[in-house]
């Protein structure tokens, strides 16, 4: 693709990285066909190929528009179109700059507006979250369906209990996780101090930044990582591993090296982090664990979440741990396609949020599993709103 860059934008880091991933891009289509929001709408725009001639199109004037700025928002982040893409275009890349370069088209309406800039207040801040749930969960009767389904149940807090042991690992907590699914990392760390591991958490740890790193505010997701980078950095040398038991939070904490490459004070200590970390399945088989399976369980439909399978490229591995701890895996058709939640998608494009889970959930359940599984707190929240089939995350499920 032959492109002519803007020169406000042209020399500088994210215009040389955006030019070289355009210049990479043969137009061939392939990723439409595996793209969810456009086998949803069937509109070109609303598919990766589209919305890289709109990204195209702003950088060479240097300036936004709604018609861009609308499409890249209906985009999932899902990254499919990697996972297909022939000629490796990094797609997810591209979208940063795009949708960076997008705030700057004006308003999306007040309503959005204000819900955009709740989200990033509220969601990335542990105790603001918790009490805006619980507030919501006091009046949930009250809320419209759609919105009752989006508010998460609170959790109670299960503290995590280390132990002792030589080998050390820190568990990250996230955000939302530690407010709709803390058992999740509860139930890891007695697992491994069960299998000789001590399991570390970090005072202080913020949001990873993946979520105002999709809603287009760069420079918050950056603070936050260099936040993230400051608290966890005395405590690297000492680690085993850093595990992530949210995927979408462990591929933007595997990201953080390329995201902060160009900040002399973080770029080596930040791609240093990028290293150490894993997700908790790839770590489980790195290690050859064995785990047995639940006494009441047996039949599980599996839900690769898109930042495991497509982000991250772990694929395969949850499964191989379940089905070496005695379940049987039932088959699931289009597991390659996204469950609708991404995010703050579902909170932003609630229609075609809602038509991507209940399609994901049609396949899953077609099998009659007796629990669904998956590696990632807002698929799992997403896919129990409403499903008639617990979803529980894979670590749970183990014994």
């Not at 702003?58 to 700025?69: H, I």
């Not at 993946?210 to 420079?219: A, K, P, R, T, W």
């Not at 839900?303 to 591995?317: D, I, S, W």
């Not at 979803?391 to 014994?399: G, P």
Request: charged content about 25%; proline content about 4%.
């Amino acid at each position: 693709m032959q492109t002519e860059l803007h020169p406000s934008i042209a020399d500088t880091h994210s215009g040389r990285r955006a030019q070289e991933i355009l210049r990479s891009c043969v137009h061939c289509g392939f990723c439409n066909a595996t793209c969810p929001t456009y086998l949803a709408t069937g509109d070109e725009l609303d598919g990766p190929r589209g919305r890289i001639y709109l990204m195209k199109e702003m950088l060479e004037a240097g300036e936004a528009n709604a018609v861009a700025q609308n499409h890249l928002d209906r985009c999932l982040t899902c990254r499919a179109c990697e996972t297909t893409c022939p000629s490796g275009v990094a797609y997810g890349e591209l979208l940063e700059v795009g949708r960076s370069l997008a705030e700057s088209a004006g308003s999306r309406g007040f309503v959005t507006d204000v819900i955009r800039r709740w989200l990033k207040a509220v969601v990335p801040d542990v105790r603001a979250f918790r009490r805006w749930a619980t507030l919501g969960g006091w009046v949930r009767w009250l809320l419209p369906v759609r919105l009752r389904r989006q508010l998460p149940e609170v959790a109670e807090l299960r503290p995590i209990v280390g132990s002792t042991h030589e080998r050390k690992l820190l568990v990250l907590e996230g955000c939302v996780q530690q407010v709709a699914t803390p058992t999740v990392n509860a139930a890891l760390a007695e697992r491994l101090g069960e299998r000789g591991f001590q399991v570390l958490t970090a005072a202080g740890e913020a949001c990873c930044g993946s979520l105002n790193l999709h809603l287009g505010d760069e420079g918050g997701a950056r603070a936050q990582m260099r936040h993230n980078v400051d608290v966890l950095w005395p405590l690297l040398g000492e680690l085993d591993a850093v595990l992530s038991t949210a995927s979408g939070c462990g591929v933007t904490y595997k990201d953080y090296g390329r995201l902060l490459a160009d900040d002399a004070d973080y770029a080596d200590k930040a791609a240093a982090l990028s290293a150490k970390v894993l997700d908790v399945a790839e770590f489980c088989e790195r290690e050859e664990l064995q785990f047995d399976r639940a006494a009441d369980v047996e039949r599980v439909a599996w839900q690769a979440p898109c930042t495991l399978q497509h982000g991250q490229q772990v694929n395969g591995t949850v499964e191989r741990l379940l089905e070496r701890a005695g379940y049987a895996l039932v088959d699931v058709a289009d597991g390659h396609l996204c469950c609708g939640s991404a995010g703050t998608y579902s909170v932003l494009q609630p229609d075609l949020s809602e038509r991507l889970r209940d399609a994901k959930l049609n396949a899953l359940c077609a099998n009659t599993p007796d629990v669904i599984a998956t590696a990632n707190v807002g698929c799992q929240t997403h896919l129990a709103s409403a499903s008639g089939i617990p979803v529980r995350h894979w670590v749970e499920l183990l014994r």
